[in-house]
């Protein structure tokens, strides 16, 4: 099983790579807000279980088996993020919030949430996505449409019948 902490690194080694084709122990140091001997000592681990290409007092790549990890993660973390936005959470929060939940959500979960991303997304403006804005902002609870046209049906029906 991977640790959080593992996926946390894997991810700014990924970035890091994206940006200089490679991480040194000061770049993630830097950006995880941790101490270069407790990178160097993740790295070795990292090395270890074949996710990092490391020598030291070099830089690091992502072996395959790390990139493959690093776009997991990456996918998860979208998936997160596009359904916080659907949600109508600011988008930095959204990135934010999903950096977190990404290390913890379970596989069942995350499916789940990746359907119904997908499933949001193929539809433009759905009237309940509307609503449930409606509801968030004003807090109050939109009648549904499809109930308010059947109780409209019923008082005509009955309208009809005295007459």
Known sequence: MVTRRTEQY???IHE?????????VKDVS??????????SEMFGKLSEKGYINYEKHGGVT????????????????????????????DEKIADEDAC???H??????????TKFVEFVKSHEDPLWLKRFKEY????KLPECPKKAKKQTIKISQNALRKS
């Open 10 to 12: 894997i991810e700014v």
């Open 16 to 24: 890091i790579v994206k940006k200089k084709g490679y991480a040194r």
């Open 30 to 39: 830097e950006s995880l807000g941790v101490g270069f001997s407790a990178v």
């Open 62 to 89: 992502l072996t395959e088996k790390g990139k493959r990890l690093a776009s997991k993660l990456s996918k998860r973390h979208k998936v997160l993020r596009d359904f916080l936005v659907i949600l109508g959470v």
């Open 100 to 102: 977190e939940i990404e």
């Open 104 to 113: 913890v959500v379970r596989k069942e979960t995350m499916d789940r949430l």
């Open 136 to 139: 968030y902002e004003t807090g």
